[in-house]
T-cell receptor
Framework: GNSVTQMEGPVTLSEEAFLTINCTYT??????LFWYVQYPGEGLQLLLK?????DKGSNKGFEATYRKETTSFHLEKGSVQVSDSAVYFC???????????FGTGTSLTVIP | GAGVSQSPSNKVTEKGKDVELRCDPI?????LYWYRQSLGQGLEFLIY????????KSGLPSDRFSAERTGGSVSTLTIQRTQQEDSAVYLC?????????????FGNGTRLTVT
């Protein structure tokens, strides 16, 4: 079946630290991969996506590379800011069915 | 507004009562999803509407849950005879064309508390 596993939080970092949030997936077919972010008090919004192997999605200084060989889509940022404090969700869609499959979310807190 | 709108934002109800949750998708979006977000859990798929096609109800957890979408726009999720385990945040999302690599646009959710 289709599923997403992401590292459990919460994660607390100091400002300007390097961030990695791990995400691995299981999917039938050729999935598209996404990272969504939920800022405090707001709805989820798309952060970045990649639709085929070796694609790199990037936005707001965040990057994730679609690695088919390791079935991973780890989220990285070189220097986090306080404003990056949020919950991050890894997700996939497979070319079977109509569903987006989400991970459990990783809470990030960045302290000054 | 331009975004997905959900109402109410918060709902407290007694066990055994019925509740209705409403979602106004972005105008012109043909695909509409309902998800449930429980504490410490990922987003659980509930139901999917795409245009005039029959909805994908495969995620509804029991027959107490139902949803409809009128005129291809507004959707209502109904939970009958609510139970405490129904307490969660119910999220609605819409997408322009329903293709699986189209991003979802989420509302802020309805926080349901069953006492």
């Amino acid at each position: 079946g289709n599923s997403v596993t992401q590292m459990e939080g919460p994660v607390t970092l100091s400002e300007e630290a390097f961030l990695t949030i791990n995400c691995t997936y299981t999917a039938t077919g050729y999935p598209s991969l996404f990272w969504y972010v939920q800022y405090p008090g707001e709805g989820l919004q798309l952060l970045l996506k990649a639709t085929k192997a070796d694609d790199k999605g990037s936005n707001k200084g965040f990057e994730a590379t679609y690695r088919k060989e390791t079935t991973s889509f780890h989220l990285e940022k070189g220097s986090v800011q306080v404003s990056d404090s949020a919950v991050y969700f890894c997700a996939l869609t497979a070319n079977t069915g109509n569903q987006f499959y989400f991970g459990t979310g990783t809470s990030l807190t960045v302290i000054p | 507004g331009a975004g997905v709108s959900q109402s109410p934002s918060n709902k407290v109800t007694e066990k055994g009562k019925d509740v209705e949750l409403r979602c106004d998708p972005i105008s012109g979006h043909t695909a509409l999803y309902w998800y449930r977000q429980s504490l410490g859990q990922g987003l659980e798929f509930l139901i999917y509407f795409q245009g005039n096609s029959a909805p994908d109800k495969s995620g509804l957890p029991s027959d107490r849950f139902s949803a409809e979408r009128t005129g291809g726009s507004v959707s209502t999720l109904t939970i009958q005879r609510t139970q405490q385990e129904d307490s969660a945040v119910y999220l609605c999302a819409s997408s322009p064309i329903g293709q699986l690599n189209s991003p979802l646009h989420f509302g802020n959710g309805t926080r349901l508390t069953v006492t």
